[in-house]
C-alpha cells in the first residue's frame, strides 16, 4: 500500500508538539514526563531550604524540548512544566500566569500573521495539550481543580489524568473517575473529550474516540525504574506485595494516554488548537479592536462575522502601509546619507586638487 505523501513528509521532516504539564507538587507530574519521553528530562523538586519556608511560592513556566521518535517519525516535543502550581495558598495568580502564558503563544502567532514577509524560522509554540493532574484523593473535585480546568479550557486542549492512580484501589479508582466526570458536567468544563461525529468519521475512529472518552479521566502510574519480571524487563514501582507495570493497561492507562499524544492523535490535538481554540482567541482579539474603533467613533458596538473579517482585512492594510511607510523612511535616509557622502567626496576632491595645485606652483618657484 503507498504512503501518503503527507506521511512521507512528516516522516522526512518530523513533527513538532507541545504538551503542558500541571498539578500540584507530589502529583506524580515530574514523573510522568520522564515516563513518557523515556530520560531524565525534568529534575525531581527538592524541598526548599528553611529560610525561604515562609515565602509564598510563585509558579513557575519551564519549557524544555527533547527529540524522539514515534513509529518512525521524528517528534520535535516541548514539555512546558509548570512547578509551583498548587503550593500557593491562593491560586489566582497561578491561574494567571498560565493563561497568559498560553495567550502570549497566540498573540505571536497573530503578530507573525499581520508580517508583510513571514519569518521562514518562526517556531510555532502554542500548546496542544494540557495534562492537569487531580490528586487521588478518592473524594471529588477541589475547588482549585475546577477553577484551573474552567479558565484554561477555553484555551487549550485539557486532558485530566489522576496522578499516582496505585494509591487507590480498583473500586475506590473507578468511583472516583465517575465522581469526577460528574463535576466536569455539572460545571459545565469543555475539556477534550474526544470528540467524533457518527455520520462523517468511520466506524474505527468512532470506537477508539468512545473507549478513550470513557476512560476520563486517565489513570496514570509513572516510574522511571526497571524491573526484571518474567523474563522480560518492564517499567515499573516496585511494592512488597508485587511490581506495578506502567506500560500494563490493567494496571495503568499511561501507555493508551502515550499513544494518544504522540501518535494517534498529535495530529488532531493540533488541529483543534489551530481550528477552534486559536479562532476563538483570534476572533476575541479582533471584537475588541474594533470594539474600541467603534466607541471611539461613536458606533454600536455590535459587529457581524463579516465585519471581523472586514477588520482583519483593514488591521493588516494598516500594517501593511505602516511597514511602507517604514521602508519610505528607510529610502530617504539612505538617499540623504549617500548625498552627504557624496558632498564629501567633491570637497576632498576639489581639497585634495588645490593641495596638488599649490605644490605645483611650489615645485614651479623652487625650478626658477
Known sequence: MPVPSSRRKNVKKGLSFTIMVV????TGRTTFVNTLCETDVLQHQINGAPETAHMEPEVRIKPVQVELEEDGVRISLTVVDTPGFGDAVDGSSAFSEIV????????DILAEESRIKRNPRFRDNRVHALIYFIPPTGHALREIDIELMRRLSPRVNVIPVIGKADSL??????????????????????????????EEDDEEVIQDNSELRAMLPFAIVGAEDEFQAHGHTIRGRRYPWGIVNVDDPSHSDFGRLRTVLLSTHLTELKETVHDHHYEVYRTEKLSESVNKDGSRAGLDASILPEDLANQSVRLKEEQLRKEEEKLREIELKV??????????????????????????QAQHAEAI
Open 23 to 26: 498539578g500540584a507538587s507530589g
Open 335 to 360: 538617499q540623504r546619507e549617500i548625498s552627504e557622502k557624496r558632498q564629501e567626496l567633491v570637497a576632498k576632491e576639489e581639497s585634495l586638487r588645490n593641495l596638488e595645485s599649490r605644490l605645483a
Open 169 to 198: 484501589t480498583v473500586t475506590e479508582l473507578r468511583a472516583f473517575k465517575q465522581r469526577i466526570m460528574e463535576d466536569i458536567e455539572h460545571y459545565d468544563i469543555p475539556i477534550y473529550n474526544f470528540p467524533y461525529d457518527v
Open 100 to 107: 497568559g502564558y498560553l495567550e502570549r503563544q497566540y498573540d
